[in-house]
């Protein structure tokens, strides 16, 4: 009877080593993912303040380039102003004329702010992305060319021709940007 005992006290100490394992084995996944958690989110923190601080760039760099409108392009929007206001003379004066000729109650802090109007801004920011894209990429006569051809070609005919050259369905289809089984399709009816 006692060595029965013993071997049941035996197994159930077996038995419960092994759940120790299990449950260490456990903690130890748990422990892990915690951890890529806490990493992940510093990340999308890192992220997420890097994004910021690039719009916050990007703000005050227009900021800059408003500011530094010529005021002969102030000017000329002012004449464009009064010349088509001269028919309606009792007109009250715009905001922008407010906020010159006295100081502003509405101003946030005790500079006088000047209130570009909205066409100075486009062609500012129009400019200053023109510049930026000429500067990202100017393309050769030679690529423009090309996907001149290229768009002149219909889709079966851009699949064939690079199906011609030897290219996989799959880089067809990334190539031009369509499902593979639509590929397959349109090769299997051409041949």
């Given amino acids: 009877m006692t060595t029965i005992l013993i071997a049941v006290l035996f197994f159930l100490q077996l038995l419960t080593f092994y759940f120790l394992i299990i449950l260490n084995t456990k903690l130890a996944k748990f422990k892990d993912l915690e951890k890529k958690q ?30 530094n409108v010529s005021s002969s392009d102030l000017a000329a929007t002012r004449v464009q102003q009064t010349v088509s206001n001269e028919p309606q003379q009792e007109q009250a004066p715009s905001p922008a004329e407010q906020v010159l000729k006295n100081d502003s109650p509405l101003s946030l802090d005790k500079d006088a702010r000047i209130y570009v109007p909205k066409n100075i801004v486009a062609n500012a920011y129009s400019r200053q992305q023109q510049t930026t894209a000429t500067a990202v990429s100017s393309p050769t006569p030679l690529k423009v060319e090309q996907k001149e051809q290229v768009k002149e070609l219909t889709i079966e005919q851009q699949a064939l021709n690079l199906a011609k050259q030897g290219k996989s369905i799959e880089e067809i289809a990334k190539q031009l940007q369509k499902g593979k089984t639509e590929i397959e399709l349109l090769l299997k009816f051409h041949h």
């Fill in 38 to 67: 806490e990493r992940l989110m510093s990340e999308m923190d890192d992220t997420i303040s890097v994004y910021l601080t690039e719009m916050k760039d990007e703000n005050d760099r227009l900021i800059k380039e408003l500011q």
